[in-house]
């Protein structure tokens, strides 16, 4: 990969936008209940959440589909409103960031 891909390639607003997904989103929909008081009401709905992503994937580890399990931690998305059909994804923001511009740098390289 050279260093090109992993900036910003020119011509490419910022309208990006980066969100996490999976039991990453779970788990930090959870520390903000946790932590900020204002959403302490919510907390019932995050442990729920948790808990259902827990028992399926528990269900699909029981039936031996290791793909679903791996994909439930996904970690995060990042995507362009306007160029390119194609997400960035990664364990980080900054990593999922860099997948979407090397996608970007492939679409324009066409």
């Not at 995507?79 to 996608?103: F, M, N």
Request: aromatic fraction near 10%; charged fraction near 25%.
């Amino acid at each position: 990969m050279t260093a090109r891909t992993q900036q910003r390639p020119s011509g490419v607003p910022p309208t990006i936008d980066v969100y996490a997904v999976g039991w990453l989103a779970d788990i930090l929909r959870a520390w903000r209940c946790l932590t900020v008081p204002e959403l302490a009401g919510h907390r019932g709905n995050a442990w729920r959440f948790l808990r259902q992503e827990w028992r399926y994937n528990v269900r699909q580890v029981k039936a031996g589909n290791w793909r679903a399990v791996r994909n439930s931690f996904n970690g995060y998305l990042a995507e362009h409103h306007t160029r390119g059909t194609r997400c960035g994804h990664g364990w980080t923001r900054r990593r999922a960031l860099r997948d979407l511009y090397r996608h970007l740098a492939e679409v324009t390289e066409r």
